[in-house]
Every structure is written in structure tokens, then in C-alpha cells.
């Protein structure tokens, strides 16, 4: 057997090395430089071997396979891809001992029209596909972080493409994407490593993997999660499709570069096409062990998810946008759904004057069953979710719709409640009326969360039924029937107050539905940042009266505390407080309650306890107390 062995003078310290260990083992090499194989005169048992570059190694392979000999490969120390893609010993004896033997097995080979493709064929950019995730393994968390940076800046400038790509079997596939990464091997890139549930290589097939992100978070997900925490999506990102087939005819819409190997340049459209067992390499065994046991004719696809519809072409094609874009099919049946729900109607009114009714009689017997159940009852929320929709879309038609049947129901369940106070002889506060009089600004993360949800849940049919959950969540008749109440027993600032509660749902709700359904897609920012700049504004104002609440309460519950701990002594009395409540009535705090004493106090004793207990408080106050005398 004649054995060549092809080397550049780039590498005369490693072939001298090799040739050392042939001598040793009786073997006789014959030398020749790479560039000039051309000279070689070949037999039927001649077998090359072959130490270089990328490029060099892909020369001497298509040289053999042109010339139907056989060839093993020497890689040089830093060649860690290679060696994991061909299953080469890092140990170089055993390197040159697998290279000298000769293979009768042979592998197939990728070309992209007439170029040999060693490790993969880049179209477009796609970063981080493109690179090899053996590059990380030894770099600090700052330098992974200084790559993430470097990435998310080169987004900007990604543009979707519509491709058209045919398959061996003249299936045409249609769709939008920013690049693409055909491999054979598996060979250690973020492209190979992310269908690795789906490379079967060495079977006939080669594999494309597109990358489609429809949102610069959906994009930034992914390299977070592959830079940062180092691990490999478990599941295919909805971003990623893939298809596996023995020849693609690739065809984007505008000329993208082609780089082979991280070196040759070329333009689209190309041909990609699988050679299917063309050439006899020494490669290790693991290579045959994970490699395909059988040839495989049948083609597969997953690309149905990626955008594909003309809208999104046009929406994709100016850059990848910060949020990701809806479906024609969901605006259409979202929208139809909110304009007319956003609609006043008899039945909208009679549905929210029923929940009313229900909800102040729960608030008079004081029970939290039957206010919940009006709560589920009510359909106010549905056209405050489409006020949220008009304003981030600037639909006049749906804005105005949604605030003539908001505005129209509020002044419905207020009298309705109203008119209840007057005929109902009872005028005393109950715990659930009392619970919605001091509304803080946890009520409007609360809304904000709900909006959240709402908005979410009306998008997805598949949760809508979630949305019951949410009206109980937020609450939206109960403060109104409140306020009717305070009306009817002439208590403004009982009016006031439960009032305020419910602006708090209200613009929480429309602002935190309005980003959400950006965030889904559902509008362009361009258009949707006046409407949310309105909304943020309304927040702001209405946030004022509730930090100022907020800060009330944490300023009483430390009073409460104080209290709570308060000890004393008038003459041999011993005094302390138990069951402590505070109130703001008039400007003046009014604190509620049981003094427990040793014996019973004298009128001039209660004064001074008034006294002491102003002074731990640390202003004038009201003192309502009931007293219990220890025995």
C-alpha cells in the first residue's frame, strides 16, 4: 500500500513528529506538499494522509474522492472541532495510528454547488448558529457577557428575508427567516447542538437549520440562555426550524452571502446536495456509533411555525422588531371579538345592573360570596380590554365604543347602588364596604397583574376561561356599588374613596392590557406610544393620592404596633390595649380600642390615659375604648 502524506511547511514541527513515529513503527511515508498533488501518481491501494488548515484538509478530501482512494486525517492541536466531528484521538499517536489505517466504510459529503463542505455552510448571519460552542468552554463569565452585548448590537441591523427553498422531491417551502446553517456532522456548532434531538448524520440526509426570530426578546432569550447560562434549549425555539433532505435549492428573495467553512464567499442562490457514501476516511469509532445505521429517503421538515404570511414579510423585513408580531388570523379574530364586546348593548346592561344589585346587597349582610359572584356576573371588564386595544392601536372606533359603554355603566351600577342606600333603611359600615375605602398603591399593582392576565387570557382561546378569575382579581363593581352607597347615605368621602378604587382598577387594567398585547404583537411601537404614554400619565396622576394612602398605612401599622406593646401604670392600676384600630374621621385619627385594666379607672385617670396614648401616637387623637377589668 502506497501511503502519501500531504503536509504545508506551516506544520514541518508536527509532520516530523509523525514521521518520527512511522519510522519507529517501520512504515514508509512518501512526502509531498500540498500544493502538489496534482503529481502524485495513484494506485488502487494508494491511502493519503493529511496534516493543514481547514481549507487544506478539504483539498487532499476532494482530491481522494475525486481519485477513489482512501484518506486519514492528522489534525492539528488547536483543530478541536475536527477532531470531534470525525471522532479523532486528542492524543497524537493514536491519531497517527487511526490515520494509517485504512477505511473501507465510507461517509457522505456535503457540497454547496461545487464546494466541499467540511463543518458548515453559513446563509446570511445568524449568530450565535454560525460559531462553535467549544469556543466558551474556557471563557470567564465577563467575557461571555462582553459577547452577549456584542451580539444583541449586531441585531439592529438583521433583516428577515423571504426564502424560497426546494427539496430533493420539488417540495417548496415558503418563509420568512434571517439566515441559515447547513451541517452533515454533528460538529459542536449552536446550530448542530440545537436539533440534536433530530441529526441523524451520515444517512443520506443533510440538515438545515434556520434561524426566525420574530422579536428582538425572542431573540435575546436564546443567546442569554446560551452564553450566560451555558446550556443548550431543551426544547426546538419556536425562533428555529429545520429540514433534513438530500439536495435544498435555496433562493431568498435578495442576495445574501454564503461563507463555506468560515472562508469562500458566495452568493445566493445555492444548491446544497448530500454525495452519499463517496469517500473512505479514518475516522473513530464513536463517528460510526452515533452516526445513522441506515439510509434515510424520506425528507423532514418543521418550518410551519415560522412566519410566512405576506404581512409579517413586510413587518420583518425593516429590521426585527423589539416585540414580536400576531398572526393575521389572530388580529382578525381578536379585533372582531373586542369591537363587539366594546359595544353598548341591553343585554350589557342588564348583566351589570343585576351584578350590581347583587353586589350591594353582599356588602349589606356583608358577605364575600355573594360579592364574588357579582363579580364574575358583571362584563365590565370586557370593554375596558378593548379601551386598552384602541388606545395602543389608535382605533378611534373601538376607543370610543369601549369608553361610551364604560362611562355609560359606571354612572348604571353608582345610581343603581344608590337608589338601593336610599330605600334600604340601614346605614351601618360593614367590613367589605369598609375594605374598599382605603385604596393604596398595592391596589393598583394588583390591577396592573390583572391587566396583565386579562389581556393575555383574551388573546389565547384556550385560557379565555381564565378571565373569570381575573374580574374577581380586580374587582370592578364592588368599589362602584360602594360609591353609590356613600351617595345614598350622603358620605362623600366614603363616594370619594371607593370611587378612586376603582379608577385604580381602571387605568391599571387599560395600561398594563395596552403593553401586553404590544408585547404579543398586536401593534407596531411607532403607533402604540402615544396611546401608552396617555395611559402611563393617567397611572402617574393616579398613583399620587394612593403612595400618599400607602404611607398612611404603614405609618398606622407602626402606630398599631406601638400600641399594641403599650404598657402603664396609673397609680396601682396596671394598663394595657388590646384589639387596636385607627380611623381618619375629619382630619382627626380616632383610635378603637379594649383598655384592659387591673380595676376601674377614675374620669380623671381615663383623661390621663388619653394623654399617654396621644403622646405614643405623637399627635392629638379620638380615643373610642371598651373596657375589661382584669381579675
Not at 492541536?77 to 492524543?91: D, I, S, V
Not at 469556543?135 to 449586531?154: D, H
Not at 392601536?393 to 359606571?410: C, E, H, W, Y
Request: charged share 20%; hydrophobic share 45%.
Amino acid at each position: 500500500m502506497k501511503i502519501y502524506y500531504l503536509y504545508s511547511k506551516v506544520h514541518e514541527a508536527l509532520v516530523n513528529k509523525v514521521l518520527e513515529y512511522s519510522s519507529s513503527k517501520e512504515i514508509d511515508l512518501e512526502l509531498v506538499e500540498i500544493h502538489d498533488i496534482t503529481g502524485l501518481v495513484i494506485e488502487t491501494d494508494s491511502h493519503l494522509l493529511v496534516t493543514g488548515s481547514v481549507h487544506e484538509i478539504k483539498q487532499v478530501l476532494a482530491y481522494a474522492y475525486e481519485h477513489e482512494v482512501s484518506v486519514g486525517i492528522i489534525p492539528l492541536p488547536h483543530q478541536k472541532e475536527l477532531k470531534h466531528t470525525f471522532a479523532l484521538p486528542n492524543n497524537l499517536k493514536e491519531s497517527i495510528t487511526l490515520a494509517l489505517q485504512r477505511c473501507n466504510s465510507k461517509i457522505d459529503l456535503l457540497y454547496c454547488d461545487d464546494d466541499l463542505v467540511l463543518q458548515e455552510v453559513v446563509i446570511g448571519e445568524v449568530p450565535p448558529l454560525d460559531s462553535f460552542s467549544t469556543s466558551m468552554q474556557n471563557q470567564t463569565l465577563w467575557q461571555r457577557t462582553k459577547s452577549l452585548f456584542g451580539m444583541i448590537q449586531r441585531v439592529k441591523n438583521l433583516k428577515h428575508t423571504p426564502f424560497k427553498i426546494t427539496t430533493a422531491k420539488d417540495k417548496e417551502l415558503k418563509f420568512s427567516a434571517i439566515g441559515a446553517v447547513g451541517v452533515e456532522y454533528n460538529n459542536r456548532t449552536f446550530a448542530s447542538k440545537l436539533i440534536r434531538r433530530h441529526l441523524k448524520f451520515n444517512d443520506g440526509r443533510l440538515s438545515l437549520v434556520l434561524l426566525s426570530p420574530s422579536s428582538v426578546l425572542d431573540y435575546v432569550r436564546y443567546i442569554f440562555q446560551t452564553h450566560i447560562l451555558m446550556q443548550t434549549p431543551e426544547k426546538l425555539p419556536h425562533s428555529v426550524g429545520y429540514i433534513h433532505a438530500q439536495k435544498l435549492t435555496i433562493e431568498p428573495q435578495r442576495e445574501l452571502t454564503v461563507t463555506i467553512d468560515g472562508d469562500r464567499c458566495v452568493q445566493t442562490p445555492i444548491t446544497l446536495e448530500t454525495k452519499t457514501e463517496v469517500l473512505a476516511v479514518s475516522v473513530g469509532e464513536k463517528f460510526w456509533e452515533e452516526s445513522a445505521k441506515e439510509r434515510v429517503i424520506k425528507e423532514s421538515v418543521k418550518v410551519s411555525h415560522l412566519p410566512s404570511d405576506k404581512e409579517i414579510f413586510t413587518y420583518l423585513g425593516k429590521n426585527i422588531p423589539l416585540f414580536t408580531h400576531a398572526s393575521k388570523e389572530q388580529f382578525a379574530g381578536l379585533f372582531s371579538n373586542l369591537r363587539e364586546e366594546s359595544r353598548l348593548s341591553s343585554t350589557f346592561m342588564v348583566l351589570l345592573i343585576l351584578a350590581t344589585m347583587i353586589a350591594t346587597f353582599g356588602l349589606y349582610i356583608n358577605s364575600a360570596s355573594v360579592i364574588i359572584g357579582a363579580m364574575i356576573l358583571a362584563p365590565l371588564m370586557q370593554p375596558i380590554v378593548g379601551v386598552s386595544m384602541g388606545l395602543l392601536r389608535q382605533d378611534s372606533a373601538l376607543l370610543f365604543n369601549g369608553m361610551k359603554s364604560i362611562t355609560l355603566g359606571v354612572m348604571a351600577v353608582i345610581t343603581s347602588a344608590m337608589i338601593i342606600a336610599l330605600l334600604l333603611p340601614l346605614e351601618q359600615l360593614t367590613s367589605e364596604m369598609n375594605g374598599r375605602l382605603s385604596p393604596t398603591i398595592l391596589d393598583m399593582f394588583v390591577a396592573i397583574i390583572s391587566g396583565v392576565a386579562a389581556a393575555y387570557a383574551k388573546s389565547n382561546e384556550k385560557i379565555i376561561g381564565s378571565l373569570a378569575g381575573v374580574a374577581i382579581a380586580v374587582a370592578l363593581v364592588p368599589p362602584l356599588a360602594v360609591s353609590g352607597i356613600g351617595l345614598g347615605w350622603g358620605e362623600w368621602s366614603m363616594f370619594s374613596s371607593a370611587l378612586l378604587l376603582f379608577i385604580t382598577n381602571l387605568v391599571g387594567i387599560i395600561l398594563a392590557a395596552s403593553l401586553t398585547f404590544l408585547m404579543l404583537g398586536f401593534s407596531p411601537l411607532h403607533v402604540a406610544k402615544k396611546g401608552i404614554f396617555y395611559a402611563m400619565s393617567l397611572v402617574f396622576i393616579v398613583s399620587i393620592p394612593l403612595y400618599i394612602s400607602f404611607t398612611q398605612m404603614i405609618e398606622d401599622i407602626q402606630i398599631q404596633k406601638a400600641l399594641s406593646s403599650f404598657e402603664t401604670k396609673i397609680g396601682e392600676k396596671e394598663i394595657y390595649l388590646r384589639g387596636i384600630e385607627l380611623q381618619k374621621r375629619l382630619g382627626i385619627t380616632e383610635v378603637s380600642c379594649k383598655v384592659v385594666a387591673s380595676d376601674i379607672l377614675s374620669k380623671s385617670e381615663k383623661q390621663q390615659l388619653k394623654t399617654l396614648i396621644s403622646d405614643e401616637v405623637g399627635e392629638e387623637v379620638r380615643v373610642l375604648a371598651s373596657f375589661l377589668y382584669e381579675l
